[in-house]
């Protein structure tokens, strides 16, 4: 079997890394199905609607609105001075697609209504997607 070139960059970056790249550049990077068009995380591999497992590389725009999220009074280790932080899931713009991610400075409700805007600002290696609001 002989690799296409495509495909010999794709598999020296593992997904990992290529979504921590896109994050740093405020993209949120996704895998389609390329037989029904559902997104996923590119960590995901096969698909969870039809169990194809042909996938296109599908950037999106890291901007998205607050679905749900969870406040903690502690931040946790590397984020001790960000005071408290909530765990966010936002549904990425233009898609039906959730990603959770961390944004540090919220303590209270008020301070983030559900349906408040969000970008990713970055990623950090133990906690993930780092947030800020918009
Ligand atoms: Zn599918």
């Known amino acids: ?21 896109a994050a740093r550049r405020h993209k949120i990077l996704s895998n389609k ?16 609607k039809c169990f194809s497992h042909k996938f296109e590389s599908n ?4 901007t ?4 749900t999220y969870t406040i903690q009074a502690v931040a946790p280790e590397g984020f001790e001075d960000a005071g408290s932080y909530a765990w966010v899931v936002f549904s990425v713009d233009g898609t039906d697609f959730n990603v959770s991610g961390f944004l540090p400075g919220v303590t ?3 301070d983030l209504p559900l349906g408040s ?3 990713v600002l970055d990623y950090h290696p133990k906690h ?7």
């Not at 998205?64 to 679905?67: A, L, N, R, S, W």
């Open 117 to 119: 805007r969000v970008r």
């Open 33 to 48: 199905c390329s037989r029904c068009g559902h997104l996923m995380l590119v960590t995901v591999y096969y698909c969870e």
């Open 108 to 110: 209270s409700a008020s």
């Open 64 to 67: 998205g609105k607050v679905v």
């Open 1 to 21: 079997m002989e690799l296409s070139k495509t495909r010999q960059q794709e598999q020296d970056s593992n997904p990992r890394e290529k979504f921590i790249m």
């Open 59 to 62: 950037e999106l725009e890291g």
């Open 128 to 134: 993930g997607l780092t947030l800020q609001k918009v």
